[in-house]
């Protein structure tokens, strides 16, 4: 079999067809998945702390208890009975404290947000905000009333048909989300919260002695054992392949398990090559080894069937089963594995992230529909394409000339193809120099594009994510003296 070897194959808005066939043409042999270039959850610290958190809880079984539990001389209720705060409190690290903030939106959505709280850094807090339209408004129901409770604080809203309710338990800290008083979403069923405050290198250094036989015993205890476990696995550097980062802020993960017990199906978080409805990654019938990864990755050639991430991420997943549907949206902008496995005829899910904070917004439904208007309300919908961005698209690596471009749109005519958008990819630009023309083969760019547009067409020009690290560069010159290149642990840009 032969294959098209076009550049952006895996990206179709950006490929066309191949100018020539004896050019493109490869055997697919050379088009296979190149596996060692992209880690797997074992070859990612944050992920393997995370599963193995997982780990720990199952071979615990019944006597597993979540350490974190809301302080109830904290809680704070809002005037208006929209929201209430409170303060979360962890067994393991008693001194640490987190602030938690749960929302009722008008359109039923709830939000419920924690983050550290007297931090020695901040968490990255941000993806929430560029993620919405706007700050979603409080609901003005006057049936959205947080009754605070010895055990609990709960509410109750909704309409005959579908109402709601929001249980959000003490001790262990536990959100539970019913709709007609069954359990729709549960945040902290299984125990696996736990978002890694800030610490300093040299307060988790413990003491040792020398024991008889000559090795070094550790002097205390660790009682964050049973939690985080033993070993400090790539807290403070993590290698992969000839890569070593270091870490100088620490851990700062975040895993959270989100139970869906009534719903079998789960969809969504795209992009991956796989069933719609998500195949398990855990337990006896696990179709995948590795978690579902959130990555927005470049991924050249792809295997059919893969928890691999693709072009895209997005932390949208709908939960669906015989009484209806529900989602959840997590916002959260970093790098995110996630497990899926069927428990008792529902799904169970453990969201395992680099960083951030939590913050996830329960979409009530009840069916997909008005799960789709809730989560468009949240960060908007999608804009009217221009009719020529829906049309045929001409790209491919490389033109090499303003003659070659040209060319390409004769032959177009000639063929009699229709096309409105040709593409340049990098190689017009002077070594790789973004906004520079090179002068040998582009000569005459606003010649060239105005023979583009005298047959109303359009030229889109390519521009990759980084710079050219060249001193008489004008764009990597401006970049410097504004701050915004990045620089390596020794200040190297």
């Excluded at 191949?18 to 050379?30: A, G, H, I, P, W």
């Excluded at 800290?173 to 299984?190: D, P, W």
């Excluded at 403070?236 to 270091?246: H, I, L």
């Excluded at 792809?302 to 989602?327: E, F, I, N, Q, W």
Aim: proline share 6%; with cysteine; glycine share 6%.
């Amino acid at each position: 079999m032969w294959s098209a070897c076009c550049r952006c194959l895996s990206r179709p808005p950006r490929c066309g067809l191949c100018r020539s066939s004896s050019r493109c043409l490869v055997s697919t042999s050379t088009l296979a998945f190149k596996r060692e270039s992209f880690k797997t959850c074992d070859q990612s610290g944050f992920c393997r702390r995370g599963r193995a958190l997982s780990a720990r809880a199952h071979t615990a079984g019944e006597p597993w208890q979540s350490p974190y539990y809301i302080d109830p001389s904290s809680i704070l209720r809002d005037p208006t009975d929209a929201f209430f705060t409170a303060i979360v409190k962890s067994t393991v690290y008693p001194d640490i404290k987190f602030s938690l903030e749960v929302r009722a939106h008008d359109d039923g959505v709830i939000r419920v947000r924690m983050d550290e709280v007297a931090r020695l850094r901040k968490h990255y807090d941000e993806a929430a905000s560029w993620a919405l339209v706007r700050d979603p408004p409080l609901s003005k129901s006057h049936h959205v009333r947080w009754l605070v409770g010895k055990d609990e604080t709960r509410t109750r809203y909704g309409s005959e048909g579908a109402m709601f309710e929001v249980v959000v338990q003490y001790s262990p800290l536990k959100v539970i989300f019913y709709k007609n008083g069954e359990e729709q979403v549960v945040l902290n069923g299984r125990g696996l919260l736990h978002m890694e405050h800030f610490r300093t290198k040299e307060e988790t250094q413990r003491l040792e002695i020398e024991g008889a036989d000559g090795e070094q015993v550790p002097l205390q205890v660790n009682a964050a054992a049973w939690f985080e476990g033993e070993q400090q696995d790539a807290w403070w550097d993590e290698t992969w392949s000839t890569w070593t980062d270091s870490k100088p802020k620490g851990p700062e993960s975040l895993s959270l398990d989100i139970t869906f017990p009534n719903h079998p199906h789960v969809y969504g978080i795209p992009e991956h090559a796989t069933n719609m409805s998500l195949p398990s990654t855990t337990g006896p019938d696990a179709a995948y080894s590795d978690p579902y990864r959130l990555y927005n990755s470049d991924v050249f050639e792809y295997l059919a069937d893969s928890p691999v991430a693709l072009y895209g991420a997005v932390p949208l997943m709908h939960a669906h089963g015989k009484k209806g549907t529900v989602a959840v949206f997590n916002a959260i902008g970093s790098d995110t594995w996630i497990d899926v496995g069927k428990q008792h005829g529902g799904t169970e899910t453990h969201w395992i992230s680099e960083s951030g904070i939590l913050d996830v917004f329960i979409l009530p439904g009840p069916d997909p529909t008005s799960v789709f208007s809730q989560y468009a309300r949240l960060t908007g919908t999608p804009m009217l394409p221009p009719l020529y961005s829906i049309a045929y698209h001409q790209c491919r690596w490389n033109y090499v000339s303003s003659d070659d471009v040209r060319g390409v749109q004769k032959r177009f005519d000639e063929a009699d193809i229709p096309v409105d958008v040709f593409w340049l990819d990098i190689e017009y630009s002077d070594g790789h120099k973004y906004f520079m023309w090179d002068e040998k083969t582009f000569p005459d760019p606003v010649e060239m594009i105005a023979d583009v547009e005298a047959k109303e067409r359009k030229m889109v020009v390519i521009i990759d994510p980084h710079l050219k690290r060249e001193s008489d560069y004008p764009v990597y010159k401006m970049a410097v003296r504004f701050g915004c290149a990045c620089e390596t642990q020794v200040g190297r840009r």
